[in-house]
């Protein structure tokens, strides 16, 4: 079966650095995606890995390893208003997405 | 701006009574997907379309239909809401099917069953 695993929720305060894993066992690989939801909201697209290593987007970074089935979400500098669920989804060899149910991330001041 | 738009954005019901979500959207983009989405849980396809051709999940109750009569509009259609079908429902867009491309959503509409 196809499976994404990430935390539940994590805790972090204001002005550090969080990671956010994600590993993945899906049909096929044709690329990761990381998306934000604040609650109540809908996701809206933070990145996208298809090769290995890392991409970094200003404060926010996704990193990617095919061979180990993984990546993680790195965000610096951490906000309140990154308060939120960072949700994983890969597309699998039908391109179709196989989503994460999300991991909350409660910022403390 | 070009954007998915979701109307309503709360929509309440009894049990066993019908109800349409809406979606429409300005980005002409090919394919329109629908979830559903519990709380912190991961977003469920319920159906995608790419053009007209209709693409629905194996696990997808007979309780939801869906309609595309163009490009830019998109129903949901719960013919029988049950208790179990509260969720946020979440309309979704992208270029085209068979390739990478990232998924738009619309705000969602977020349905309560009585």
């Known amino acids: 079966g196809q499976n994404i695993d990430q935390p539940t929720e994590m805790t972090a305060t204001e002005g550090a650095i969080v990671q956010i894993n994600c590993t993945y066992q899906t049909s096929g690989f044709n690329g990761l995606f990381w998306y934000q939801q604040h609650a109540g909201e809908a996701p809206t697209f933070l990145s996208y890995n298809v090769l290995d290593g890392l991409e970094e987007k200003g404060r926010f970074s996704s990193f990617l390893s095919r061979s180990k089935g993984y990546s993680y979400l790195l965000l610096k500098e951490l906000q309140m208003k990154d308060s939120a669920s960072y949700l994983c989804a890969v597309m699998d060899s039908n391109y179709q997405l196989i989503w994460g149910a999300g991991t909350k991330l409660i910022i403390k001041p | 701006d070009a954007m998915v738009i979701q109307n309503p954005r709360y929509q309440v019901t009894q049990f066993g009574k019908p109800v349409t979500l809406s979606c429409s959207q300005t980005?002409?983009?090919?394919?329109m997907y629908w979830y559903q989405q519990k709380s912190s849980q991961a977003p469920k396809l319920l159906f995608h379309?790419?053009?007209?051709?209709?693409?629905n999940e194996a696990d997808t109750p007979d309780n939801f239909q869906s309609r595309r009569p163009n490009t830019s509009f998109c129903f949901l259609d719960i013919r029988s809401p049950g208790l179990g079908d509260a969720a946020m429902y979440l309309c979704?867009?992208?270029?085209?099917?068979?390739?990478?491309?990232?998924?738009?959503f619309g705000p969602g509409t977020r349905l309560t069953v009585l």
């Open positions: 980005l002409n983009h090919n394919v």
């Open positions: 379309y790419y053009d007209k051709d209709f693409n």
């Open positions: 979704a867009t992208s270029r085209e099917s068979g390739s990478i491309n990232e998924q738009f």
